[in-house]
Every structure is written in structure tokens, then in C-alpha cells.
């Protein structure tokens, strides 16, 4: 006889239903992860796409302040000269600031200065010119190049009163400078003098010997690595150099001599070797003529006290061509 199989009654066997229904559990709990982490994700899309143009609009605010202050300082001198403009018939003291390093690269190169100056001079309504000075020096050619437009100056407009007034520190270069006036004032605390030319170095041959390296410097000159620090300091470079020094604090000497002639006093060799002097000491030397400043100057001796200031300064893309080396 054949036994025919009889079909399964799940509900006869519990641990049957039983592993349907975790399964089935578990496949809705994966879908439900699925779908939070599906949701996670496009929310951390979202917030990503916020902070994005969240930073871009800050960038762009940035930016455009950024482009906003350079078109005012490309312009501020423009802007001076109409605010010049706008008083046409006031008599006023023309200013033009020297302040800080005396360098080509600088605001008080010897362009913008002769710049100012010549405006200054110019100008119709200008009743006398002051020259504000507060450097510690700088370029030798840049100091000799406004000294002799100044000189210049003096010569082509000989009616209109100019000065030189000392703030904090005027020395070296900046005296250079100041000679070319007819007359200079400072604060009695002031630094004034340094007349003298510096160059100044390091030697590392010792370092690199302690470090077991050597320098390897190849020329198609034998001077050509004039003064290597890496190398021992060779006596006639040495003397060249010194040479150069030399000719150059000769003419600083004849610029002071020719700007203040006979009123220099006292040991005249101890004025040029390099020391500086407080403006008190300034005024007995004779390389001071007085104590003043550039609003005393207007107020006492000009007779006008409104101040103008004709210095010119470099803008930004005149700044950036020349630390670039285009202009």
C-alpha cells in the first residue's frame, strides 16, 4: 500500500511561525534603519549645502569690503586733492610727511616726496611748506634725490617760507634730508643727527664648519660673491667696501655743510661720526635752528594755522607693481 504525504499545518508547529515572525521583524527593522540612515544622510547634505552658501556669503561680503577699502585708498589722494580744491581762496600751510624708512618701495620714496613737494610749492594758496619728519633714514640715493629738489625748490620759489620739523627721531637718511631746508625745528626730546652710512652683515663660516657643510658658490667674476658670509672675510673686499662707505658719508658731510653752513658748532669732525643728540643738544650743535613743531611753525612763523597736507602715497596697484619689480 502507498502512503501519500500529508501537507504541513504550520499552525501545528509554533517554532515554525515563530522564526517567520522575527524574520519578518527583523526585515522591517533593517527597513526602518535603512530609511533613518537614508534620511541622516540627506539631512547632512542639506546642512552641508547651508554652511556652503553660508561661506560663500560671507566670502562674498568679505570680498567685496576688501574691494571697497582698496578703491578708497587708490582714491584717498585724489579725494585729498579736492578737499585742497574745495578752498580755493583760504590761505593755508602746506605739510608733506617723511615718515618712517627711506626706501623706493616705500610711501616716503624719493617720487612721492618730490610728488608732494612739488605741489606744495605750487600751489598758489600755499603760504609757506613744512617738511614732517619722523625716520630713522634709509636709502642714501632716495635721501640725496628729495635733498636735492628741495635745494631746488628753495631756489625756484625763494618768497615762500620753508621748514623742516623734527618729530620723534630724524636720522641718518632723514637728516640728510632735513639739511636741504632753510630752517629746522624740533622737540626738545627728539633724535636727531647719525650723520653717517652703515652696512652691516653676518659671517656663518664657523656654523656651517660645526655643522659639516660647506659653501659652494661658482662665479664668472673673482668679485662677484663680493662679502659671502659663508666664506672668510677677504681683506680687499673688506677695503672696497670700506671705501665705498667712505665716499658716500663724504657726500652726506657736504650735504650737511652746504645746508647749514656756518651754523654748525663746536667740534665739527665729532658732529659727522654717527652719534645722534636730543633736539636741546641739536640746537647748541647749530644742526637745529629751534623748538617747534610743524603746528608752532604754522601758527608763529607761517601766520597760517590750518595745516594741508600735500603727501602723496602709493596705491595699492602701485604697491604691488613695485614689490613686484614692474615699475
Same mark, same amino acid.
Given at each position: 500500500?502507498?502512503?501519500?504525504?500529508? *501537507?504541513?499545518?504550520?499552525s501545528?508547529?509554533?517554532?515554525?511561525?515563530?522564526?517567520?515572525?522575527a524574520?519578518?521583524?527583523?526585515?522591517?527593522?533593517?527597513?526602518?534603519?535603512?530609511?533613518?540612515?537614508?534620511?541622516?544622510?540627506?539631512?547632512?547634505?542639506?546642512?552641508?549645502?547651508?554652511?556652503?552658501?553660508?561661506?560663500?556669503?560671507?566670502?562674498?561680503?568679505?570680498?567685496?569690503?576688501?574691494?571697497?577699502?582698496?578703491?578708497?585708498?587708490?582714491? =584717498?589722494?585724489?579725494?585729498?586733492?579736492?578737499?585742497?580744491?574745495?578752498? *580755493?581762496?583760504?590761505?593755508?600751510?602746506?605739510?608733506?610727511?617723511?615718515?618712517? *624708512?627711506?626706501?623706493?618701495t616705500?610711501?616716503?620714496?624719493?617720487?612721492?616726496?618730490i610728488?608732494?613737494?612739488n605741489?606744495?610749492?605750487?600751489?598758489?594758496?600755499?603760504?609757506?611748506?613744512?617738511?614732517?619728519?619722523?625716520?630713522?633714514?634709509?636709502?642714501?640715493?632716495?635721501?640725496?634725490?628729495?635733498?636735492?629738489?628741495?635745494?631746488?625748490?628753495?631756489?625756484?620759489?625763494?618768497?615762500?617760507?620753508?621748514?623742516?620739523?623734527?618729530?620723534?627721531?630724524?636720522a641718518?637718511?632723514?637728516?640728510?634730508?632735513a =639739511?636741504?631746508a632753510?630752517?629746522?625745528?624740533?622737540?626738545?626730546?627728539?633724535?636727531?643727527?647719525?650723520?653717517?652710512?652703515?652696512?652691516?652683515?653676518?659671517?656663518?663660516?664657523?656654523?656651517?664648519?660645526?655643522?659639516?657643510?660647506?659653501?659652494?658658490?661658482?662665479?664668472s667674476?673673482?668679485?662677484?660673491?663680493?662679502?659671502?658670509?659663508?666664506? *672668510?672675510?677677504?681683506?680687499?673686499?673688506?677695503?672696497?667696501?670700506?671705501?665705498?662707505?667712505?665716499?658716500?658719508h663724504?657726500?652726506?658731510?657736504?650735504?650737511?655743510?652746504?645746508g647749514?653752513?656756518?651754523?654748525?658748532?663746536g667740534?665739527?669732525?665729532?658732529?659727522?661720526?654717527?652719534?645722534?643728540?636730543?633736539?636741546?643738544?641739536?640746537?647748541?650743535?647749530?644742526?637745529?635752528?629751534?623748538?617747534?613743531?610743524?603746528?608752532?611753525?604754522?601758527?608763529?612763523?607761517?601766520?597760517?594755522?590750518?595745516?594741508?597736507?600735500?603727501?602723496?602715497?602709493?596705491?595699492?596697484?602701485?604697491?604691488?607693481?613695485?614689490?613686484?619689480?614692474?615699475?
Amino acid at each position: 500500500m502507498e502512503i501519500q504525504p500529508q *501537507p504541513s499545518d504550520p499552525s501545528a508547529n509554533p517554532s515554525v511561525e515563530q522564526a517567520g515572525l522575527a524574520w519578518l521583524e527583523r526585515a522591517e527593522q533593517s527597513r526602518a534603519e535603512e530609511r533613518a540612515a537614508l534620511q541622516a544622510i540627506l539631512q547632512e547634505q542639506l546642512n552641508e549645502q547651508k554652511r556652503v552658501r553660508r561661506h560663500k556669503n560671507w566670502f562674498r561680503f568679505f570680498l567685496a569690503l576688501y574691494l571697497l577699502a582698496l578703491l578708497w585708498l587708490s582714491n =584717498a589722494d585724489q579725494w585729498r586733492q579736492m578737499e585742497i580744491k574745495a578752498i *580755493p581762496h583760504k590761505k593755508f600751510t602746506a605739510v608733506v610727511d617723511i615718515r618712517g *624708512p627711506i626706501m623706493a618701495t616705500t610711501n616716503t620714496s624719493a617720487e612721492n616726496i618730490i610728488k608732494g613737494l612739488n605741489k606744495a610749492f605750487a600751489d598758489p594758496n600755499s603760504a609757506g611748506v613744512i617738511v614732517r619728519i619722523n625716520s630713522p633714514g634709509g636709502s642714501p640715493v632716495q635721501s640725496g634725490q628729495i635733498y636735492d629738489e628741495m635745494t631746488r625748490l628753495r631756489g625756484r620759489f625763494p618768497d615762500k617760507p620753508f621748514y623742516v620739523a623734527i618729530e620723534d627721531l630724524c636720522a641718518s637718511g632723514g637728516y640728510y634730508v632735513a =639739511a636741504a631746508a632753510p630752517h629746522i625745528y624740533a622737540d626738545r626730546a627728539s633724535l636727531v643727527g647719525s650723520i653717517g652710512v652703515i652696512m652691516q652683515g653676518f659671517g656663518f663660516q664657523e656654523s656651517l664648519n660645526k655643522l659639516g657643510m660647506e659653501s659652494r658658490v661658482l662665479t664668472s667674476g673673482k668679485n662677484k660673491a663680493f662679502l659671502n658670509p659663508f666664506a *672668510p672675510v677677504d681683506s680687499s673686499e673688506k677695503t672696497h667696501a670700506q671705501n665705498l662707505l667712505d665716499k658716500i658719508h663724504k657726500q652726506f658731510i657736504e650735504a650737511v655743510r652746504q645746508g647749514r653752513g656756518d651754523r654748525l658748532k663746536g667740534d665739527q669732525a665729532a658732529l659727522f661720526e654717527g652719534l645722534i643728540w636730543t633736539g636741546e643738544e641739536a640746537v647748541e650743535l647749530g644742526l637745529v635752528d629751534g623748538i617747534g613743531s610743524a603746528e608752532w611753525i604754522a601758527r608763529e612763523l607761517i601766520k597760517q594755522e590750518k595745516l594741508v597736507n600735500f603727501t602723496q602715497k602709493n596705491d595699492w596697484l602701485s604697491r604691488v607693481s613695485k614689490e613686484m619689480g614692474i615699475q
